[in-house]
């Protein structure tokens, strides 16, 4: 079946550092990936998304390339900033039917 | 166009207690999805909804969990006899049939069930 592993946290980083949390996968077919990002108390925002092979979604400064030699989706960000402190998931869709979600990456950004 | 909408937004219950969790999905909307958030951990599926019909309950738990989504009226998930490992937050999600602005699914902003 269909999964999704992404890196465990929290990752904790300083405002301005780089961002990378790693996100790979396993389906059959050519699923759409997606970022979801939830912030305390709140439900899920679609952060972005790429629906196939090379694609890269982009949004607020993060990026994603969508990799299927490697079947990953990792989310990059060049310059965090506090704000970005979240719960970051990455996410499976086959077109049918619900998401997979991956256990999730908490964010943490210190001034 | 409001989104899709969860009530209430905390739940408390006992143990042996009932809980009841409303969604009502977006206008326009027919396919409902529920999610089960525990702590420190992702959205796991539970169970995905088109209006009267149940489409795959492979997630639910066999036993005190029920779901619907009736012809008129929110989609309802059902708790019964809570026991404290059923202490999440429950996300509910919608989509119209054919999805067409790239997201498969909006999301609520969850239930959260506390029980003592």
């Known amino acids: 079946g269909n999964s999704v592993t992404q890196m465990e946290g929290p990752v904790t980083l300083s405002e301005e550092a780089f961002l990378t949390i790693n996100c790979t996968y396993t389906?059959?077919?050519?699923?759409?990936l997606f970022w979801y990002v939830q912030y305390p108390g709140e439900g899920l925002q679609l952060l972005l998304k790429?629906?196939?092979?090379?694609d890269k979604g982009s949004n607020k400064g993060f990026e994603a390339t969508y990799r299927k030699e490697t079947t990953s989706f990792h989310l990059e960000k060049g310059s965090v900033q506090v704000s970005d402190s979240a719960v970051y998931f990455c996410a499976l869709w086959d077109s049918w039917g619900k998401l997979q979600f991956g256990a999730g990456t908490q964010v943490v950004v210190t001034p | 166009n409001a989104g899709v909408m969860q009530n209430p937004r905390h739940l408390v219950r006992r143990r042996g207690q009932e809980a009841r969790l409303r969604c009502s999905p977006m206008?326009?909307?027919?396919?409902v999805y529920w999610y089960r958030q525990l702590p420190e951990e992702g959205l796991k599926f539970m169970v995905y909804?088109?209006?009267?019909?149940?489409?795959?309950e492979s997630g639910m738990p066999k036993e005190r969990f029920s779901a619907e989504f009736p012809k008129e009226g929110p989609s309802i998930l059902r708790i019964q006899q809570v026991v404290r490992g059923d202490s999440a937050a429950y996300f509910c999600?919608?989509?119209?049939?054919?999805?067409?602005?790239?997201?498969?699914?909006?999301f609520g902003d969850g239930t959260r069930l506390s029980i003592l």
């Open positions: 790429a629906t196939k092979a090379d």
């Open positions: 206008k326009g909307h027919s396919h």
């Open positions: 999600a919608s989509s119209p049939v054919r999805p067409e602005d790239g997201q498969p699914q909006h």
């Open positions: 389906a059959t077919g050519y699923p759409s």
């Open positions: 909804l088109q209006k009267e019909n149940i489409i795959d």
